[in-house]
Protein backbone atom coordinates (compact mmCIF):
# COMPACT_ATOMS: atom_id res chain seq x y z
CA UNK A 1 0.00 0.00 0.00
CA UNK A 2 1.72 3.44 -0.79
CA UNK A 3 1.68 6.61 1.28
CA UNK A 4 0.29 9.57 0.34
CA UNK A 5 1.78 12.73 -0.45
CA UNK A 6 2.17 13.65 3.02
CA UNK A 7 3.69 12.06 5.80
CA UNK A 8 2.34 14.62 8.54
CA UNK A 9 -0.22 12.77 10.58
CA UNK A 10 -3.68 12.94 10.45
CA UNK A 11 -4.76 14.01 13.99
CA UNK A 12 -7.81 12.79 15.79
CA UNK A 13 -9.16 13.81 18.93
CA UNK A 14 -12.28 13.89 21.07
CA UNK A 15 -13.95 11.00 23.35
CA UNK A 16 -14.27 7.50 22.25
CA UNK A 17 -17.12 7.40 20.45
CA UNK A 18 -16.87 11.20 19.41
CA UNK A 19 -13.33 11.38 17.16
CA UNK A 20 -12.59 14.40 14.57
CA UNK A 21 -9.94 14.97 12.43
CA UNK A 22 -9.79 17.93 10.21
CA UNK A 23 -7.79 17.20 6.86
CA UNK A 24 -6.43 19.72 4.07
CA UNK A 25 -5.21 17.71 1.46
CA UNK A 26 -8.83 15.81 1.40
CA UNK A 27 -8.61 11.77 -0.18
CA UNK A 28 -11.60 11.24 -2.73
CA UNK A 29 -14.63 10.95 -0.77
CA UNK A 30 -15.92 8.39 -3.27
CA UNK A 31 -13.31 5.76 -1.87
CA UNK A 32 -14.03 3.95 1.67
CA UNK A 33 -11.69 4.77 4.14
CA UNK A 34 -10.67 2.64 7.53
CA UNK A 35 -8.03 3.47 10.04
CA UNK A 36 -5.85 0.71 12.16
CA UNK A 37 -5.26 2.05 15.51
CA UNK A 38 -2.71 0.26 17.48
CA UNK A 39 -4.38 0.37 20.89
CA UNK A 40 -3.15 -2.60 23.10
CA UNK A 41 0.76 -4.36 22.91
CA UNK A 42 2.56 -4.33 20.01
CA UNK A 43 1.77 -8.23 19.52
CA UNK A 44 -2.00 -7.50 19.50
CA UNK A 45 -4.11 -6.88 16.12
CA UNK A 46 -4.75 -3.65 15.28
CA UNK A 47 -8.12 -2.19 16.13
CA UNK A 48 -9.88 -1.26 12.50
CA UNK A 49 -13.04 1.29 12.09
CA UNK A 50 -14.56 2.64 9.69
CA UNK A 51 -13.96 6.83 8.48
CA UNK A 52 -16.33 8.78 7.24
CA UNK A 53 -16.46 12.30 6.16
CA UNK A 54 -18.90 15.15 7.65
CA UNK A 55 -21.02 17.32 6.11
CA UNK A 56 -17.68 19.61 5.23
CA UNK A 57 -15.63 17.15 3.73
CA UNK A 58 -12.64 18.20 5.21
CA UNK A 59 -13.60 16.70 8.61
CA UNK A 60 -13.36 12.93 9.03
CA UNK A 61 -15.15 11.36 11.90
CA UNK A 62 -14.83 8.04 13.80
CA UNK A 63 -15.47 5.92 16.77
CA UNK A 64 -13.77 3.61 18.94
CA UNK A 65 -15.28 1.20 21.91
CA UNK A 66 -16.10 3.44 24.89
CA UNK A 67 -13.44 1.59 27.15
CA UNK A 68 -10.01 3.01 25.43
CA UNK A 69 -8.69 4.65 27.76
CA UNK A 70 -7.28 8.11 27.51
CA UNK A 71 -3.94 8.58 25.86
CA UNK A 72 -2.21 8.98 22.42
CA UNK A 73 -2.41 5.99 19.89
CA UNK A 74 -0.49 6.40 16.33
CA UNK A 75 -2.36 4.18 13.37
CA UNK A 76 -2.97 4.39 9.82
CA UNK A 77 -5.51 6.27 7.54
CA UNK A 78 -6.35 4.00 4.53
CA UNK A 79 -8.12 5.02 1.56
CA UNK A 80 -7.84 3.21 -1.85
CA UNK A 81 -4.41 2.43 -2.66
CA UNK A 82 -2.64 4.57 -0.29
CA UNK A 83 -2.21 5.25 3.41
CA UNK A 84 -1.39 7.97 5.98
CA UNK A 85 -0.03 8.27 9.63
CA UNK A 86 -2.43 9.25 12.17
CA UNK A 87 -2.50 9.92 15.69
CA UNK A 88 -5.43 9.29 17.68
CA UNK A 89 -5.96 11.91 20.99
CA UNK A 90 -8.39 10.24 23.25
CA UNK A 91 -9.76 12.53 25.67
CA UNK A 92 -11.17 11.02 29.53
CA UNK A 93 -15.04 10.48 29.20
CA UNK A 94 -16.80 9.49 32.59
CA UNK A 95 -19.51 7.65 31.94
CA UNK A 96 -22.09 5.96 34.98
CA UNK A 97 -25.13 4.22 34.86
CA UNK A 98 -27.70 3.55 37.35
CA UNK A 99 -30.33 0.70 37.17
CA UNK A 100 -33.22 1.38 38.15
CA UNK A 101 -32.85 4.57 36.07
CA UNK A 102 -34.91 6.54 38.32
CA UNK A 103 -34.90 6.63 41.92
CA UNK A 104 -38.72 6.63 43.76
CA UNK A 105 -39.08 7.13 47.48
CA UNK A 106 -41.98 7.75 49.81
CA UNK A 107 -41.60 8.22 53.26
CA UNK A 108 -42.40 10.32 56.26
CA UNK A 109 -40.05 13.67 57.27
CA UNK A 110 -36.95 12.24 58.95
CA UNK A 111 -37.25 8.47 58.14
CA UNK A 112 -34.18 6.51 57.01
CA UNK A 113 -34.82 4.84 53.86
CA UNK A 114 -32.60 1.97 52.90
CA UNK A 115 -32.57 0.61 49.13
CA UNK A 116 -30.48 -1.32 46.42
CA UNK A 117 -29.21 -0.10 43.47
CA UNK A 118 -26.45 -1.39 40.65
CA UNK A 119 -23.91 0.97 39.27
CA UNK A 120 -22.33 0.49 35.94
CA UNK A 121 -19.18 2.12 34.22
CA UNK A 122 -19.42 2.32 30.81
CA UNK A 123 -16.75 5.21 30.74
CA UNK A 124 -12.77 5.10 29.91
CA UNK A 125 -11.85 6.31 33.68
CA UNK A 126 -12.22 5.01 37.20
CA UNK A 127 -14.91 7.38 39.26
CA UNK A 128 -14.50 7.27 42.93
CA UNK A 129 -17.92 6.93 44.53
CA UNK A 130 -17.93 8.39 47.92
CA UNK A 131 -19.51 6.88 51.13
CA UNK A 132 -21.65 10.07 51.96
CA UNK A 133 -23.15 12.11 49.38
CA UNK A 134 -25.26 15.32 49.99
CA UNK A 135 -28.03 15.96 47.13
CA UNK A 136 -30.09 19.17 47.30
CA UNK A 137 -33.97 18.30 46.83
CA UNK A 138 -36.61 21.42 45.88
CA UNK A 139 -40.37 21.13 45.95
CA UNK A 140 -42.10 20.25 42.67
CA UNK A 141 -44.07 22.90 41.70
CA UNK A 142 -42.62 25.36 44.12
CA UNK A 143 -41.50 27.71 41.12
CA UNK A 144 -45.25 28.04 40.39
CA UNK A 145 -46.39 28.42 43.98
CA UNK A 146 -44.09 31.26 44.70
CA UNK A 147 -45.33 33.34 41.84
CA UNK A 148 -48.82 32.42 42.47
CA UNK A 149 -48.31 33.67 45.58
CA UNK A 150 -47.14 36.63 44.76
CA UNK A 151 -49.70 37.81 43.11
CA UNK A 152 -52.65 36.52 45.48
CA UNK A 153 -51.20 37.57 48.83
CA UNK A 154 -52.28 41.02 50.03
CA UNK A 155 -48.82 42.66 50.84
CA UNK A 156 -47.78 43.88 54.42
CA UNK A 157 -46.61 47.99 54.61
CA UNK A 158 -43.17 47.99 52.79
CA UNK A 159 -43.24 44.42 51.48
CA UNK A 160 -42.37 43.23 47.70
CA UNK A 161 -43.71 40.70 45.86
CA UNK A 162 -40.28 39.94 44.42
CA UNK A 163 -39.65 39.62 48.89
CA UNK A 164 -43.00 36.87 48.79
CA UNK A 165 -41.36 35.06 45.81
CA UNK A 166 -38.04 34.73 47.56
CA UNK A 167 -39.59 33.56 50.48
CA UNK A 168 -41.85 31.11 48.53
CA UNK A 169 -38.84 29.52 46.88
CA UNK A 170 -36.93 29.10 49.79
CA UNK A 171 -39.56 27.38 51.82
CA UNK A 172 -39.98 24.80 48.72
CA UNK A 173 -36.06 24.15 48.94
CA UNK A 174 -35.79 21.01 50.88
CA UNK A 175 -32.73 20.93 51.96
CA UNK A 176 -30.24 18.39 51.53
CA UNK A 177 -31.14 14.89 51.28
CA UNK A 178 -27.89 12.65 52.44
CA UNK A 179 -27.41 9.67 51.31
CA UNK A 180 -24.99 7.14 52.84
CA UNK A 181 -23.38 4.21 50.46
CA UNK A 182 -23.26 1.04 53.30
CA UNK A 183 -22.28 -1.22 50.47
CA UNK A 184 -19.91 -0.61 47.60
CA UNK A 185 -18.38 2.62 48.09
CA UNK A 186 -15.02 3.25 46.55
CA UNK A 187 -13.45 3.27 43.28
CA UNK A 188 -15.43 1.84 40.31
CA UNK A 189 -13.25 0.28 37.33
CA UNK A 190 -13.91 1.26 33.36
CA UNK A 191 -16.41 -2.04 32.59
CA UNK A 192 -17.21 -2.76 35.93
CA UNK A 193 -20.49 -3.40 37.11
CA UNK A 194 -21.36 -2.72 41.38
CA UNK A 195 -24.08 -3.74 43.58
CA UNK A 196 -24.54 -0.42 45.70
CA UNK A 197 -26.82 -0.44 49.10
CA UNK A 198 -27.73 3.05 50.04
CA UNK A 199 -29.63 4.61 53.17
CA UNK A 200 -31.46 8.19 52.78
CA UNK A 201 -32.02 10.31 55.74
CA UNK A 202 -34.83 12.43 54.19
CA UNK A 203 -35.13 15.69 55.83
CA UNK A 204 -36.99 16.35 58.89
CA UNK A 205 -38.56 19.42 57.62
CA UNK A 206 -40.07 18.72 54.56
CA UNK A 207 -43.41 19.56 53.97
CA UNK A 208 -46.05 16.61 54.18
CA UNK A 209 -48.00 15.47 51.01
CA UNK A 210 -44.89 17.31 48.63
CA UNK A 211 -43.39 16.14 46.29
CA UNK A 212 -39.56 16.79 45.99
CA UNK A 213 -36.98 16.25 43.75
CA UNK A 214 -33.10 16.21 43.22
CA UNK A 215 -30.36 14.58 40.84
CA UNK A 216 -27.66 12.79 42.64
CA UNK A 217 -24.53 14.16 40.31
CA UNK A 218 -21.30 12.40 39.66
CA UNK A 219 -18.49 12.74 36.72
CA UNK A 220 -20.82 11.10 34.13
CA UNK A 221 -24.18 10.89 35.97
CA UNK A 222 -27.08 12.54 36.70
CA UNK A 223 -29.62 10.56 38.40
CA UNK A 224 -33.09 11.50 39.07
CA UNK A 225 -34.29 10.81 42.79
CA UNK A 226 -38.05 11.43 43.72
CA UNK A 227 -39.11 11.91 47.11
CA UNK A 228 -43.18 12.22 48.49
CA UNK A 229 -43.19 13.14 51.57
CA UNK A 230 -46.15 11.03 53.87
CA UNK A 231 -48.76 12.67 55.72
CA UNK A 232 -51.17 15.42 55.40
CA UNK A 233 -50.92 18.37 53.29
CA UNK A 234 -50.82 21.74 55.02
CA UNK A 235 -52.77 23.60 53.13
CA UNK A 236 -54.41 23.49 49.88
CA UNK A 237 -51.49 25.06 47.80
CA UNK A 238 -49.69 21.74 48.23
CA UNK A 239 -49.63 20.00 44.90
CA UNK A 240 -51.63 17.05 44.47
CA UNK A 241 -50.62 13.41 45.86
CA UNK A 242 -51.96 10.26 46.78
CA UNK A 243 -53.57 9.08 49.69
CA UNK A 244 -51.10 8.68 52.62
CA UNK A 245 -49.73 4.95 52.85
CA UNK A 246 -47.86 3.04 55.44
CA UNK A 247 -44.23 3.08 54.80
CA UNK A 248 -41.96 -0.58 55.86
CA UNK A 249 -38.86 -0.84 56.68
CA UNK A 250 -36.54 -1.78 54.11
CA UNK A 251 -33.55 -3.70 56.42
CA UNK A 252 -34.72 -4.20 60.32
CA UNK A 253 -33.42 -3.64 62.83
CA UNK A 254 -32.14 -0.14 62.05
CA UNK A 255 -35.44 1.96 61.61
CA UNK A 256 -35.67 2.72 58.06
CA UNK A 257 -39.54 3.51 58.17
CA UNK A 258 -39.30 4.77 53.84
CA UNK A 259 -39.85 2.46 51.00
CA UNK A 260 -37.94 3.74 47.72
CA UNK A 261 -39.32 2.08 44.78
CA UNK A 262 -38.16 1.74 41.32
CA UNK A 263 -39.33 3.63 37.77
CA UNK A 264 -37.90 2.93 34.53
CA UNK A 265 -38.40 6.41 33.48
CA UNK A 266 -36.16 9.07 33.57
CA UNK A 267 -37.39 11.98 35.41
CA UNK A 268 -34.61 14.51 33.97
CA UNK A 269 -29.52 13.66 31.94
CA UNK A 270 -29.00 11.47 31.22
Do not use: C
Amino acid sequence: MARSGTDVPVRFRGVPSALAAVVVALPDPREDMTAAIRIAGPKDPLTEVAVQTDFDPRILRTMLPNDVPPGSYEGSLRFGENERPIVVEIDPAPQLRVVPEQLRVRAHPGDLVGTDLTMLNLGNVPVMLRGVQAIGIFMSGGIERALRRAYVEELAEGQRRMDVIAESLADAHGGLLKMKIEEGAGEIDPGEARELHVVLHVPSDLEPGAHYGGNWELPGLVYPIALEVDGEPRDDETLEGEPPKKVVGSRPPQRRTGQAKASRKSGSRE
